[in-house]
């Protein structure tokens, strides 16, 4: 070990290996070549910081970038994966780590960077006591950088044993200001373990989970799985390494919030400050699908357009006082956007936030002259007004909580056109639940008659190609005289459940006509498997309603209307289905009758024993 390298160590209190005190540098190794390089780089601080933005998935915007660092070109420690390996190997990991902040941090300030910065940190360098006596802050301070706008990204490179000492270093720099996040969950040593005990404000997970999810299952349900704990651990989780626009839409889909990786900008010295026309379009579409989704599932579509207010806003160059002045003289104002020169969104501004702030003592005198954007949410919540209420009342309930009271910017083709507030989203939202409650089932809770109705119209107007399939339930009224209408009712709740869990939620829509029928109007394209898949489940389901003597007879002696004694047979299901092609019907009346009379022979068919009870009206198929 050299003496500079030996004098290093002793200055930041660092113990070295012990391999590198018992033994020299000179044995003709690679490792003096090496320890020469990274105390070069480090005397002459020859790192290099890159950005990397993390989006909104649901607006495009840039909430803040990660501080990524790089070695000289022509050096073998220019990958960070090399210059840490070294830099443990030589005792100088929190030198480095501390060099590398710093950087980070610099460059961050020269290229006046806005939202977060997410600062790579590992939990060895977060224990140091050298960087719990505020050395980084005091950097921090020095650049003008606020506690509040770094995020301390936990990376872990080996297991963290000290979960308790952890937690309170964690908590140290929670109280001066610091979010928290855990990068790479499901690739380090205990991340999950780290997440429950930290409760870290953010979470990032691994690539490995993103690339290909479109066409994996497993992968789906795993990000679904985080997604919905984070919601309940109130944190915000950031997808990394989506490359591609099949993965981007899958995630979309199923909610991430926050995204990251080459699709939508790749690490660089001087990185975007918004994402590009591509990303917009993207997000467009998806949440076109999603509003077609909602329509295929018998919701009312009712878009944010209807909620828009056109308000004033205001531009960058904007003062506070001048915003200020504009709340005073509309009150009614609730909050302003502030809007580029190309009419996009850069930010909104709170009444509440802003009064409260001029309220302090000299806030007005000191702030007053400076531009709004000082005092703006730089990721407010932005949506298009063709995105479906539901769909932004889920966007709203993913965003931090201020997001509600705040309200939201409305856009049409990513251009400002208004805002909208959480107050009349409740009020839409409250209204459309009642109207649906008043057509739907009571007992099942799905939609009646009504509705669907207004859906088998929507699919002839959209001219789309769909299968309605009329499921009824045989012997069903001798079960309820013998066993009681509360057991029938059981029967038909089952039913109802079995039949929504077999169909596809995303354009599968599934109707209670009365008593015990039903309509499922399928535009999956394996619709006949999964009537084939309902009438078997349910028909083995149906068993446990009966009793045991019941179900070993395969059926009971039962009055008929005439007064004989005959044998009937434990309740099956029957589906009649008729394929629907566009421009062939005009009417729901008439699909309901081609529909009535595929079921009936569906029955006829089931009562001789010449099929599963699936029957399917050929003629309308051809």
């Known amino acids: 070990m050299s003496s500079l390298t030996q004098s290093i160590i002793n200055s930041e209190g660092i113990q070295p290996p012990a391999s590198l005190l018992s033994s020299g540098s000179g044995n003709g190794t690679a490792f003096p070549s090496i320890e020469q390089q990274l105390l070069e780089i480090i005397r002459k601080r020859q790192l290099k910081a890159l950005f990397q933005p993390i989006m909104d998935m649901r607006n495009g915007n840039y909430i803040g970038y990660e501080g990524l660092i790089r070695g000289p070109s022509n050096s073998p420690l220019h990958t960070p994966i090399n210059l840490f390996r070294a830099?443990?190997?030589?005792?100088?990991?929190?030198?480095?780590?501390?060099?590398?902040?710093?950087?980070?941090?610099?460059?961050?300030?020269?290229?006046?960077?806005?939202?977060?910065?997410?600062?790579?940190?590992?939990?060895?360098?977060?224990?140091?006591?050298?960087?719990?006596?505020?050395?980084?802050?005091?950097?921090?301070?020095?650049?003008?950088?606020?506690?509040?706008?770094?995020?301390?990204?936990?990376?872990?490179?080996?297991?963290?044993?000290?979960?308790?000492?952890?937690r309170d270093a964690v908590l140290h720099y929670r109280k001066q200001g610091f979010q928290i996040a855990i990068d790479d969950l499901g690739e380090g040593f205990s991340s999950l373990r780290l997440w429950s005990e930290l409760m870290p404000d953010y979470v990032k997970m691994d690539m490995h989970f993103s690339q290909g999810i479109h066409q994996d299952k497993v992968k789906q349900h795993f990000v679904q799985t985080i997604q919905n704990l984070a919601k309940i651990a109130n944190c915000k989780v950031i997808v990394e390494g989506i490359e591609t626009e099949a993965d981007f839409a899958v995630l979309h889909d199923i909610g991430i919030p926050f995204g990251q990786g080459y699709l939508i900008a790749r690490p660089a010295p001087l990185p975007g400050i918004a994402s590009d026309d591509k990303i917009h379009d993207l997000i467009q579409t998806r949440m076109t699908a999603s509003g077609q989704r909602e329509r295929r599932?018998?919701?009312?579509?009712?878009?944010?357009?209807?909620?828009?207010?056109?308000?004033?806003?205001?531009?960058?160059?904007?003062?506070?006082?001048?915003?200020?002045?504009?709340?005073?003289?509309?009150?009614?104002?609730?909050?302003?956007?502030?809007?580029?020169?190309?009419?996009?969104?850069?930010?909104?501004?709170?009444?509440?936030?802003?009064?409260?702030?001029?309220?302090?003592?000299?806030?007005?005198?000191?702030?007053?002259?400076?531009?709004?954007?000082?005092?703006?949410?730089?990721?407010?919540?932005?949506?298009?007004?063709?995105?479906?209420?539901?769909?932004?009342?889920?966007?709203?309930?993913?965003?931090?909580?201020?997001?509600?009271?705040?309200?939201?910017?409305?856009?049409?083709?990513?251009?400002?056109?208004?805002?909208?507030?959480?107050?009349?989203?409740?009020?839409?939202?409250?209204?459309?639940?009642?109207?649906?409650?008043?057509?739907?089932?009571?007992?099942?809770?799905?939609?009646?008659?009504?509705?669907?109705?207004?859906?088998?119209?929507?699919?002839?107007?959209?001219?789309?190609?769909?299968?309605?399939?009329?499921?009824?339930?045989?012997?069903?009224?001798?079960?309820?005289?013998?066993?009681?209408?509360?057991?029938?009712?059981?029967?038909?709740?089952?039913?109802?459940?079995?039949?929504?869990?077999?169909?596809?939620?995303?354009?599968?829509?599934?109707g209670h006509i009365g008593g015990d029928d039903f309509l499922?109007?399928?535009?999956?394209?394996?619709?006949?498997?999964?009537?084939?898949?309902?009438?078997?489940?349910?028909?083995?389901?149906?068993?446990?309603?009966?009793?045991?003597?019941?179900?070993?007879?395969?059926?009971?002696?039962?009055?008929?209307?005439?007064?004989?004694?005959?044998?009937?047979?434990?309740?099956?299901?029957?589906?009649?289905?008729?394929?629907?092609?566009?421009?062939?019907?005009?009417?729901?009346?008439?699909i309901s009758t081609l529909a009535a009379s595929a079921k009936k022979m569906a029955k006829k068919q089931a009562q001789k024993g010449e099929g599963s009870g699936l029957f399917i009206d050929r003629r309308a198929v051809e």
Request: proline share 4%; charged share 20%; hydrophobic share 40%.
């Open 87 to 166: 830099s443990a190997m030589y005792g100088l990991s929190n030198v480095v780590e501390r060099l590398c902040r710093e950087v980070v941090m610099e460059s961050f300030c020269q290229l006046n960077l806005s939202g977060k910065l997410f600062l790579n940190v590992s939990p060895e360098c977060l224990l140091n006591a050298h960087f719990r006596e505020g050395e980084t802050v005091a950097f921090m301070q020095k650049m003008g950088i606020a506690p509040e706008q770094v995020i301390i990204e936990l990376t872990e490179h080996q297991p963290t044993y000290d979960y308790t000492l952890l």
């Open 297 to 510: 599932t018998g919701r009312h579509l009712v878009r944010a357009e209807k909620l828009l207010i056109r308000s004033p806003y205001v531009t960058p160059d904007t003062t506070n006082d001048q915003v200020y002045g504009l709340m005073t003289r509309m009150p009614e104002l609730h909050a302003v956007p502030v809007i580029d020169t190309n009419r996009k969104p850069v930010g909104l501004i709170s009444r509440y936030k802003l009064i409260d702030f001029f309220s302090r003592l000299y806030s007005r005198e000191l702030f007053g002259k400076r531009s709004c954007v000082q005092l703006m949410d730089e990721a407010p919540v932005v949506v298009d007004k063709d995105i479906s209420i539901q769909s932004l009342s889920r966007v709203l309930a993913d965003s931090a909580q201020h997001h509600l009271s705040d309200g939201f910017i409305i856009t049409e083709n990513g251009m400002y056109i208004g805002i909208g507030t959480g107050q009349d989203l409740m009020r839409e939202m409250t209204e459309q639940q009642i109207n649906a409650a008043r057509y739907a089932n009571p007992l099942t809770l799905l939609p009646g008659n009504v509705a669907i109705n207004e859906e088998i119209d929507r699919l002839l107007a959209e001219k789309v190609p769909f299968v309605a399939a009329y499921c009824d339930l045989d012997n069903f009224k001798p079960f309820n005289d013998r066993y009681g209408y509360s057991r029938g009712d059981d029967i038909i709740e089952y039913a109802g459940k079995m039949l929504q869990q077999a169909c596809n939620i995303h354009c599968d829509f599934v």
């Open 520 to 590: 499922i109007l399928f535009q999956s394209p394996d619709w006949q498997a999964r009537c084939e898949n309902i009438i078997s489940q349910i028909n083995t389901g149906l068993q446990q309603f009966f009793t045991r003597e019941d179900r070993q007879n395969k059926g009971y002696l039962e009055e008929n209307r005439q007064g004989e004694r005959v044998f009937v047979h434990l309740v099956s299901l029957s589906i009649g289905a008729v394929s629907i092609e566009p421009g062939l019907i005009d009417s729901h009346a008439e």
